[in-house]
């Protein structure tokens, strides 16, 4: 499975930002789709994550101001981010992956810079 991130950029505090990532090739073999973010000294981090049934799981960060989306049928996933601070400049990483009793990132996307800053 191979995954395209985009999206990122310089964002005001208080703004919003919408990520995509495109999923392709063997996507028959994961049943969900997930973000994490790393910040430059701190570890990396789950942000949301998606199941293609629809369930979804936040990280404490990403609650209540961010949410994960699904297009099934173009095998994208999406994260609208909304009251953006500078807490939330980081690395943003696409993964997928499968989600049963726990959920397991299997492959990994490249990496889009989230800025947030006046």
């Known amino acids: 499975v191979q995954l395209q991130a985009s999206g990122g950029g310089l964002v005001q505090p208080g703004g919003s930002l919408r990520l995509s990532c495109a999923a392709s090739g063997s996507t028959f073999s994961i049943n969900a789709m997930s973000w994490y973010r790393q910040a430059q000294g701190k570890q990396r981090e789950l942000v949301a994550v998606m199941a293609r049934r629809g369930s979804t799981n936040y990280g404490d960060s990403a609650k209540g101001r961010f949410t994960i989306s699904r297009d099934n049928a173009k095998n994208t996933a999406y994260l609208h981010m909304n009251s953006l601070s500078p807490d939330d400049t980081a690395v943003y990483y696409c993964?997928?992956?499968?989600?049963?009793?726990?959920?397991?990132?299997?492959?990994w996307g490249q990496g889009t810079q989230v800025t947030v800053s006046s």
């Open positions: 993964s997928a992956g499968w989600w049963g009793v726990e959920y397991e990132s299997w492959y």
